[in-house]
């Protein structure tokens, strides 16, 4: 593909020098004569013509070749670099058969190798660009040896028929293709280098997707290692699967994780869906947060819809056979948290700590004794803003840890 752009663009500068010659000519006629003697004009026109001409059909070739036999050969690929490098040669050629050899040499038929050097980055092979300045090189001072310096015309400085002025410029038509060659092993590079993080980010994004909203692993991904440590409002959902051990103590590996992954894989996906973030599973529980590290909505809300929804879709999978009879206990605790990344350069995990993480775990807890599967502390049921809700007040309870009793409400 890359050898078609550059052949697509070759075709439109040249296309563009035969109408600006042709225009040019047809206005400034008088000007055209002074500089170029009439019989060099229509050879001029032709060639670069031809060049343009030459180009486009290479760009329509390739795209044939490339349909049928995929990518272009190194062969054909250097015969080409090959025979762009020696068209400037061929225009100095044949200007030299109507003007002085010197003062061709010494025009701007010169400049045309730097074209086809620039150019050739797009091949990106450092080998390609220093063959094609190495082609230029050799053919100009080839040239100038041939026509100036083996027999120098009298009245111009000897600086410009000396044979040495001649190599040193051939010498900067290599260090360009030199120079080209780097720039291409730069951009090889860079391009590697970013198609590695891009995929890194969709593996990284893919893994998130499992686990938080899109809106939250596009946070994440943006700040990458740099999720300041900061205090946010969250509210902390634990869920722990009731009786596990029983439930799956006569079932072989595969049912159990068969098991695992169906339950989880939809209360996964009610999280993601209601903007919470799973911090990380424990056995056959997990601990999940709303509101960081990106605040959505109303956090408590958010929670309370999520562990509803959880265990009516739970009653749901059981009650068509997709998992057995599943009790789950789920506690929700809302209250200032720090939040950010804690580790070290090897290893960081996002993480939420605070007393608001030991309540809602002490509250989950509680579901053994009430004989509950979800309850909420009075933050999060004030905070939710839930008028339909049908709370049953458990009064103020001690929870271990913490000193004073918080209000507990079952939910379900």
Sequence with gaps: MNERMRAKILAGVFAGAFLILIISYNIFPE??????????IVPLFLFVASIAVYELALFFGLGIWIRRRGGVPGPLRY???FIEASMPTVIIMIAMQYIAPVAVLQSPASLLYFIFIVLSTLRLEFTLCVFTSAVAAIEYAATAFVFVVSAPESGWDPLITSGFYYIAKGLIFLLAGAAAGFVTLQIKHRVKTSLQMLEEAH?????????????IADELLKQGRDVQSKRMHVCVMFLDIR????????????????YLNALFSTIIEIINRNHGIINQ????GFMATFGAPVPVGNNSRNAVDTAL????????????GTIPPTRLGIGLHTGEAVTGNVGSSIRMQYSITGSVVVLASRIEQLNKQYDSQLLVSEEVLRSAERDELSPVALGPVHVKGHESPINI????
């Design 203 to 215: 593996k990284m994004k893919d893994l998130f997707g499992q686990q938080v909203s899109l809106e």
């Design 31 to 40: 000007k055209y004569l002074r500089f170029f003697p009439q019989p060099f």
């Design 243 to 258: 009786d596990f051990t029983p439930l799956v103590e006569k079932k072989p590996p595969e049912q159990i994780v068969a």
């Design 79 to 81: 015969w080409n670099a």
């Design 281 to 284: 599973f424990l056995g056959d």
């Design 309 to 320: 929804q959880i265990l009516e879709a739970t009653g749901a999978m059981a009650g068509n």
């Design 409 to 412: 409400y079952r939910l379900a």
